[in-house]
């Protein structure tokens, strides 16, 4: 039999995560039986537009449904309760990035899916960039030779903290939000971990507007390997930007060097109807039509979602967690970020460095 899988959240990320699965369902890879989602209006429209059970409460879901995943795409602060709740029901679950805004709390979970023997899977789909996953690749033969120093940026426009997330923005900054996929990332690439921290950050913009959050927020990282990074992070950028995020990375080493912009990837439009010029990022998530004129999600955002689904079909077919470890970002490599994260939020607000003692 096919996984049954639900979604938690049903809002802006919540619709591509059920686009993907709805898309996985119509090839015979699992069954889409249900979405919860605290708003009435969006529940209804979305468990009409993908034919599934709909929830006001997702521990209802949880509960009546039999389910064998979830993929958990609230706002980050909500995200223990319910991977508590999953794990406890024994289903295996997809949690966006980050885990818990807390260290603490990305333990309880971590903690939690390990005493149940259920997947816990964490959606940093920068790993799924072809250009970033050749980059790895690169650094791993060495062909940058040893890793000195980089820089990584990640803007979003402002319309995402003041319109689309407005009622739980001052629960999380720009780090928290867009940071954690490149500390996840440079983890990942590097295969090291942090071990010092310093943070500087501004609140201006969104303060005035009544929003409590950071603006920007700039830090310095070392690793364990003597590599040192600095990354820019913020979400303030203006309504005129062509794209909703803007967002790169730059590794230098002792014998080469590698950069990928993920968000200037050659293609640009304007069109009488839009109010100003796109440049999108088709390899992030695009829709397609295959050979039968049906139309489908593709890009590396949907293939860490996809991927997701692979490994519960595994499991449900009879493999461990054993086998397929080290496959995916997993909740003990996202520790790692979320402590991160917590670390420069300590740097903020002791206007000093942070010492990482792992």
Not at 333 to 349: D, K, M, N, P, Q
Request: charge should be negative; include cysteine; proline fraction near 4%.
């Amino acid at each position: 039999m096919r996984p049954r899988v639900g979604v938690i959240g049903a809002g802006v990320y919540g619709t591509t995560v059920l686009q993907a699965f709805s898309w996985a369902q119509r090839c015979r890879q699992i069954e889409l039986a249900a979405v919860a989602e605290i708003d009435e209006d969006v529940l209804t429209k979305q468990a009409e537009r993908f034919s599934v059970q709909g929830y006001a409460d997702y521990r209802d879901m949880l509960q009546q449904e039999d389910l064998d995943a979830v993929a958990i795409v609230t706002p980050d602060h909500l995200h223990k309760e319910m991977a508590l709740n999953c794990a406890d029901s024994g289903i295996h679950m997809m949690v966006q990035k980050p885990l818990d805004v807390t260290t603490a709390g990305a333990s309880a979970m971590v903690q939690a899916a390990r005493d149940a023997d259920v997947l816990l899977y964490v959606d940093f789909h920068k790993r799924f960039d072809p250009g970033h996953v050749q980059l790895r690749r690169d650094v791993s033969k060495g062909k940058l030779g040893r890793i000195q120093y980089g820089y990584v940026w990640m803007e979003d426009k402002i319309v995402v903290p003041s319109v689309w997330f407005r009622d739980w923005a001052q629960h999380s900054s720009p780090v928290w939000f867009l940071g954690v996929h490149f500390f996840d990332l440079l983890q990942w690439i590097l295969g090291t971990k942090p071990v010092r921290v310093t943070a500087t950050g501004v609140k201006d913009k969104l303060i005035a507007m009544g929003i409590d959050t950071y603006d920007s927020i700039q830090a310095k990282i070392e690793y364990a390997n003597g590599a040192h990074f600095s990354v820019d992070c913020s979400w303030i950028l203006p309504e005129s930007f062509p794209s909703i995020v803007n967002q790169g990375i730059r590794m230098v080493g002792s014998q080469g060097i590698w950069e990928v912009d993920s968000q200037d990837r050659g293609v640009f439009y304007a069109v009488e109807e839009d109010a100003g010029s796109v440049v999108p990022n088709y390899y992030a998530n695009m829709e397609r039509e295959d050979p039968e004129g049906a139309a489908y999600p593709t890009g590396y955002v949907i293939d860490s979602m996809l991927w997701f689904l692979q490994l519960v079909s595994r499991l449900k077919d009879g493999k461990g967690l054993a086998d397929i470890a080290g496959l995916y970002p997993s909740g003990e490599e996202a520790l790692v970020s979320t402590r991160l994260c917590e670390g420069i939020h300590e740097s903020l607000a002791a206007e000093n460095a942070i010492l990482f003692d792992w």
